[in-house]
């Protein structure tokens, strides 16, 4: 029984180019939210995602941001036109019913911004 | 939104000793608490957690305690060994995610 899969587990990006971010969650999972970890810090939430619907993406940044979990594939966490700033772990977790209870996260995915 | 803090930001302990780590939540609402841990390099990992229709909650030499009324948590560790090592969350339910507080890190010195 698989965890949650995010890859790749390290990506190297020059600034002005995209990261796009991987993860399958549990194996009859459909919730997904993404968090973001700077170093030293707390888990900050980002988006939470259903299938093909994005619930509550209050905790994106309004540009250069973006997420879906289509019907068929993994949810996608895309970051446009990277800035040093954006360096951080990122991580997905998921979770087997909505009101975000019992998250099982992923390894993450760990972004560092040349 | 939720607010969730948490102390200490840093805790160090002998082996053998006991560790609490406490944490406050702003929503009344909220009604789910869970803990992770997380080692350097690794993912959360969900420890214990707890319902707000329950006072406390114990599992084997870790146990959480909830005061609805004052809108506090916190988690017990009694018997700390070095592998308890690691920076622990608490986390309570928001409006539709959870909310994480910034982290303790506990260091048990053999």
């Known amino acids: 029984n698989a965890g949650v899969m995010q890859n790749p587990r390290h990506l190297v990006r020059r600034r002005g180019q995209e990261a796009r971010l991987r993860c399958s969650p549990m194996?009859?999972?459909?919730?997904v939210y993404w968090y973001r970890q700077l170093p030293e810090e707390g888990l900050k939430f980002m988006v939470y995602?259903?299938?093909?619907?994005?619930?509550?993406e209050s905790g994106m940044p309004k540009e250069r941001f973006s997420a879906e979990f289509p019907k068929e594939g993994p949810s996608i966490l895309r970051i446009q036109q990277v800035v040093r700033g954006d360096s951080a772990a990122y991580f997905c977790?998921?979770?087997?019913?909505?009101?975000?209870?019992?998250?099982?996260f992923g390894s993450g995915t760990q972004l560092s911004v040349l | 939104g939720e607010n969730v803090e948490q102390h200490p930001s840093t805790l160090s302990v002998q082996e053998g000793d006991s560790a609490v780590i406490k944490c406050t939540y702003s929503?009344?609402?909220?009604?789910?608490f869970p803990w992770y841990k997380q080692e350097l390099g690794k993912r959360p990992q969900l420890i214990i957690d707890?319902?707000?229709?329950?006072g406390e909650k114990k599992d084997q030499r870790i146990a959480v305690t909830l005061n609805k009324t004052a809108k506090h948590f916190s988690l017990h560790i009694t018997e700390t060994q070095p592998e308890d090592s690691a920076v622990y969350f608490c986390?309570?339910?928001?409006?539709?995610?959870?909310?994480f507080g910034s982290g303790t890190r506990l260091q048990v010195q053999p």
């Open positions: 977790a998921s979770s087997p019913q909505g009101g975000n209870e019992k998250l099982f």
């Open positions: 707890i319902r707000s229709n329950v």
């Open positions: 995602l259903q299938k093909e619907n994005i619930i509550d």
């Open positions: 194996k009859g999972h459909s919730h």
């Open positions: 986390a309570a339910t928001g409006r539709r995610a959870l909310t």
């Open positions: 929503d009344s609402a909220s009604n789910y």
